[in-house]
């Protein structure tokens, strides 16, 4: 009788992962690493909002952005700065948290945003001309600080 519970209890408990699923447990809360600060400003040049930034400026590090990361505050988001201007093209492919996906050209304004990406899919979100610069912060954000294509990015490392 306690073999029957114990086949059931095990049945029960595989039937409810997904295939390919890597179960963590006790991950700690991954945060972004602070390499500098970036503010978003009217034509006006006011700022609409300012935030901590990671920096992904090599391939490695773009090619990895927020992948596996858990967690990801109001106020912190990644930027990536690209060596040229050309549209770029990205996707949520082990990326936990939602994102707001804002595509900014060589100027720095905003040329498009997607918002409130779906996490961990292979769904491609692409800009609408060529971009300098990407920036990824939680979905709700743009929205939130009404974000637009007459908002524009400033900058620094720390």
Not at 77 to 105: A, C, H, S, Y
Not at 121 to 132: A, E, F, I, L, M
């Amino acid at each position: 009788m306690v073999l029957v519970f114990f086949f059931l209890a095990i049945s029960l408990l595989s039937a409810c992962t997904y295939p390919n699923q890597t179960l963590q447990v006790n991950q700690p809360p991954v945060s972004i690493r602070k390499d500098g600060t970036l503010v978003f400003v009217h034509p006006d040049e006011s700022i609409k909002a300012s935030i901590a930034i990671e920096i992904a400026d090599t391939p490695e590090t773009q090619m990895k952005g927020l992948m596996g990361r858990n967690t990801l505050d109001h106020r912190s988001g990644m930027l990536f700065v690209f060596e040229r201007l050309k549209p770029q093209k990205f996707w949520m492919k082990n990326t936990i948290v939602p994102l707001d996906i804002i595509f900014v050209g060589g100027d720095g304004c905003i040329i498009n945003i997607v918002e409130s990406t779906t996490p961990m899919s292979n769904q491609s979100y692409r800009s609408s001309g060529p971009v300098k610069y990407v920036v990824e912060v939680r979905a709700g954000f743009a929205k939130r600080f009404q974000l637009d294509t007459d908002t524009c990015i400033q900058w620094q490392r720390r």
